[in-house]
């Protein structure tokens, strides 16, 4: 089964509206933590929002904001007052267990188009 | 701080020959990771150190792969014996051990291409 499901291949957006990426994860571990990372097309990965398995309020940072779901494993992005900037494609990560050392398992992400 | 810097950018090669992509970290961080991205897919773990030791490796990593971080700063990945199917971007991340997020900021990559 895949640890990350983004569903959505890819979404558009009108300027200055807000809209959600979708982003689903399958783990047994009791602690985890989730990420979001922007890749512009000069291939960077660009670190967003973290949040972990015991928090018990949505991560905010900006214009991102993480809408947390435990009971449906759900980690859905949110992106108010969109910007063109924002145009990349968007990856959910997970790191497993209490180790910090692990790796990070990666969706297939999502492309955010936005329209002026 | 200049952020994780990899070396080089683009990488051209023939079937068969070796290449090596250069990572180096940002300067405190202790652990250090290297991913693989093909086209239309998120990137896929390929190992990790912990300072000079390198702690875990996937299965996507033959015998043909190996890394290495010898002083614990910058890391090499050798590519031997190239195969087509090698073409890819080689993503490499660095991060603070310890306890916390420990949230993993990435270079820019080696976009590898086998002829």
């Known amino acids: 089964a895949q640890k990350i499901t983004q569903t959505q291949p890819g979404m558009f957006v009108q300027e200055k509206e807000a809209v959600t990426l979708d982003c689903t994860y399958d783990t047994s571990d009791q602690s985890y933590g989730l990420f979001w990372y922007k890749q512009p097309s000069s291939g960077e990965m660009i670190f967003l929002i973290y949040?972990?398995?015991?928090?018990?309020q949505n991560a905010t940072e900006g214009r991102y904001s993480l809408n947390f779901q435990k009971a449906r494993k759900s980690a859905n992005l949110v992106i108010s007052a969109s910007q063109l900037g924002d145009s990349a494609m968007y990856f959910c990560?997970?790191?497993?267990?209490?180790?910090?050392?692990?790796?990070?398992?990666f969706g297939t992400g999502t492309s955010l188009t936005v329209i002026p | 701080d200049t952020g994780v810097s990899q070396d080089p950018r683009h990488k051209i090669t023939k079937r068969g020959q070796n290449v090596t992509f250069r990572c180096d970290p940002i300067s405190e961080h202790n652990r250090l990771y290297w991913y693989r991205q093909t086209l239309g897919q998120g990137p896929e773990f390929l190992t990790y150190f912990q300072n000079e030791a390198q702690l875990e490796k996937s299965r996507l990593l033959s015998d043909r792969f190996s890394a290495e971080r010898p002083k614990g700063s910058f890391s090499t990945l050798e590519i031997q014996r190239t195969e087509q199917g090698d073409s890819a971007m080689y993503l490499c991340a660095s991060s603070f051990g310890g306890q916390g997020k420990n949230i993993q900021y990435f270079g820019a990559g080696t976009r590898l291409s086998v002829l």
């Open positions: 990560a997970m790191r497993e267990g209490e180790n910090t050392g692990n790796q990070f398992y």
């Open positions: 949040q972990g398995s015991y928090d018990e």
